[in-house]
């Protein structure tokens, strides 16, 4: 595309001023799906029982895995999912929990050494009421954070800058895993 082909957001529908605008349409589909597919269709045992690309696994462990959030927070926004189908923490067994921080641990040092980030926000919301977006299956975030990611977008604008693909995402940080993981064994 050339210069010239380009528009200037100021001149699209809309009224012009002098905002640049951050498109992000592939919140549309979670938006117009709502609560309710989440329900139907649980994403968590459907993502198992893809490639890796497509589920965005980035780790495969014996009773829990690890994939990027498909509507992250932040670039590299990890969750770690028991394969069981179970709604909360004290449904899981004592291998799963075990599993899963294990995970976790690696999730961190794999998202330092592929993000740079300065820190994580970790947590499981259990149930809707504790806002769990899916919350008939049980999963932990894992979210990168930046000294630098405090800005006015979240707060003012509710937008999130993501700088990179998913799908460049899962690359680097199922590449590092694997790294990772072959250094601690």
């Known amino acids: ?23 992000t349409p ?10 309710d597919a989440m329900r139907a269709h649980c ?6 029982e893809k490639s890796d690309e497509d589920g965005l696994i980035v780790h495969r462990g014996r009773t829990a895995y690890v994939l990027l959030n498909l509507f992250p927070y932040n670039s590299g926004h990890l969750l770690v999912c028991p394969y069981r189908h179970v ?23 794999v998202l330092r050494q592929t993000a740079r980030c300065d820190g994580f926000n970790i947590g499981m919301n259990q149930g809707a009421v ?3 977006g899916v919350d008939e299956h049980l999963h932990q975030h894992i979210v990168p954070r930046w000294a630098t990611d405090a800005n006015f977008f979240p707060i003012i604008a509710k937008t999130k800058a993501l700088p990179q693909l998913l799908g460049e995402v899962r690359e680097a940080v199922s590449t590092a895993w694997r790294r990772e993981i072959g250094e601690a064994q």
Request: aromatic content about 8%; overall charge negative.
């Open 1 to 23: 595309m050339s210069d010239e082909e380009l528009v200037d957001a100021a001149t699209l529908a809309g009224v012009p001023d002098e905002f640049q605008r951050l498109w």
């Open 26 to 35: 592939h919140r549309m589909a979670y938006i117009h799906a709502g609560a």
């Open 87 to 109: 709604a909360t923490y004290d449904q899981a067994t004592d291998e799963e929990v075990a599993e899963i921080a294990a995970l976790t641990q690696t999730g961190m040092r």
């Open 43 to 48: 994403p968590f045992c459907a993502a198992p």
């Open 130 to 132: 504790a806002g769990a």
